[in-house]
């Protein structure tokens, strides 16, 4: 059975071009990372390979602070995705985070939460697996966006009132210098407060024929995507997360989603699957993310996907790729 690659990230067209404007190589990155060069070719790229290459980045860049006020000060508006893009075109500040909020399960991993109280706008993001916090910067760099894109929208220079980071950052100064206000490390939260007023400020790149034309497409592809992250993804998620316990059992993840197993497997037959089809996929994807590190053995990563016999992983590994996991390994990774 073929991954339907469910859990893949797509990388904004022009995201290694702004590598490349920072004087970085997209190989030297590749390197870093420890993935194979083929990854700068690819549309769309796993979490954990996205998360490496974002924590490459960082490294590269001599730490969080650096990385991520010249990113988001060199990154050009036309090389966003659609779903960003539109943004750029709103009305006012208000709007372009509320389009902002709505688009963003097109571009995750985070998720995007916002808050107007009294004079005050919060801004707070999460990640959309907590088990599965990805580096500090692409935090970093998420909130510099969204203040960039308010100044880049109405022409003035906003600052904020207030940031927060769960975790450190570098170069403090550096930071409050380009937001504009204290930078608070350690919160246990990571979240962005604006002035509520700066909301009305109007964009001066307000484009209402461009959005009329964006706007329906996007509304296609998030309804489309909302289809995609169904019910059989969820179990699939979960069935992940239990693998290096052993065969996920349809009783526990049943309890888990607080269902019965007949309400389940209904469930799953009206997405025209099954538990044991969705448990083969789980293992495959699994299997190929952690193949994709060298640094886990053959036998690791068999144990890792609930095989405790590696002749088994073997045999079904030959029946999802065609090649045993060594070959396939060191085919992404150009070895022959």
Request: aromatic share 8%; net charge neutral.
């Amino acid at each position: 059975m073929k991954s339907q690659n469910l859990d893949r990230i797509k990388f904004p067209p022009g995201f290694w071009a702004g590598m490349h404007r920072l004087g970085i190589a997209a190989q030297d990155v590749a390197r870093t990372a420890g993935l194979p060069v083929t990854v700068i070719t690819e549309s769309a790229v796993t979490r954990a390979q996205y998360f490496a290459i974002w924590q490459a980045y960082s490294e590269l860049k001599n730490g969080p602070a650096e990385g991520i006020i010249q990113l988001a000060t060199a990154f050009e508006a036309a090389k966003y995705p659609p779903s960003v893009l539109a943004t750029y075109h709103a009305l006012d500040y208000r709007e372009a985070l509320n389009r902002m909020t709505r688009y963003k399960p097109l571009c995750p991993p985070e998720c995007l939460h916002i808050i107007e109280d009294g004079e005050h706008c919060i801004i707070q993001l999460d990640w959309l697996e907590p088990g599965q916090p990805g580096p500090q910067i692409l935090i970093g760099i998420t909130l510099a966006f969204l203040l960039e894109l308010g100044r880049r929208g109405t022409g003035h220079p906003l600052t904020a009132k207030l940031v927060e980071f769960s975790d450190d950052m570098g170069d403090i100064r550096a930071l409050e210098a380009y937001f504009g206000c204290p930078i608070r490390v350690g919160a246990g939260v990571n979240r962005m407060t604006l002035q509520r007023k700066d909301l009305d400020l109007p964009f001066v790149t307000y484009n209402e024929e461009l959005l009329e034309l964006l706007t329906p497409a996007l509304d296609r592809s998030l309804a489309e995507h909302t289809r995609s992250r169904s019910f059989t993804e969820t179990v699939i998620r979960m069935m992940k997360r239990s693998l290096t316990g052993g065969r996920p059992d349809i009783r526990l993840i049943a309890k888990e989603l607080n269902m019965s197993e007949r309400t389940l497997q209904r469930r799953l037959a009206e997405e025209n699957t099954n538990f044991k089809q969705l448990l083969v996929q789980a293992r495959h994807e699994q299997a190929r993310d952690y193949l994709a590190d060298p640094e886990l053995e053959i036998k690791e990563v068999a144990l890792l996907v609930g095989y405790e016999d590696q002749n088994s992983f073997y045999r079904a590994f030959r029946l999802w790729e065609g090649e045993t996991p060594l070959n396939w390994r060191n085919r992404q990774w150009g070895m022959y």
